[in-house]
């Protein structure tokens, strides 16, 4: 049976990561299982915690892929999982901006 056809937005979306770097990236952020981590609801200047919606406001959560190292600190590190958050954190904000992403951002493990 022949593979089916890669749709239009398929390929444009290939190619955006691919211009991204997330090829080069991906053994960075994808593990040996084929899966990401990733850390939800940091904040940071200028990013809103809410929007406004038609009937309440919308809290806003910022998503940040961890590299595997940084899974790796805090899923089997001795400082416990929330230790091992907030430290994530603050090496994120020491980097200059925490909701900062790219796929070659500098690991901060």
């Known amino acids: ?28 952020y994808v593990d ?4 990401v981590t990733v850390l939800l ?14 009937l309440s406001p919308i809290r806003t959560v910022d998503i940040k892929v961890l590299t595997v190292a940084g899974t790796a600190f805090c899923v ?8 091992a958050r907030a430290e994530i954190a ?6 200059g901006d925490p909701l900062w992403s790219s796929p070659t951002r500098p690991s901060v493990v």
Do not use: H, K, Y
């Not at 937005?9 to 090829?23: C, T």
């Open 90 to 95: 603050n090496r994120l904000a020491a980097q």
């Open 41 to 54: 609801g940091l904040t940071g200047e200028g990013f809103p915690n809410t929007v406004t919606g038609l």
């Open 76 to 83: 089997t590190g001795t400082s416990g999982v929330t230790d």
């Open 32 to 35: 040996d299982d084929g899966l």
């Open 1 to 28: 049976m022949a593979a089916a056809a890669e749709s239009p937005l398929e390929a444009r979306g290939a190619e955006i990561w691919a211009n991204m770097g997330v090829n080069e990236a991906e053994g960075d």
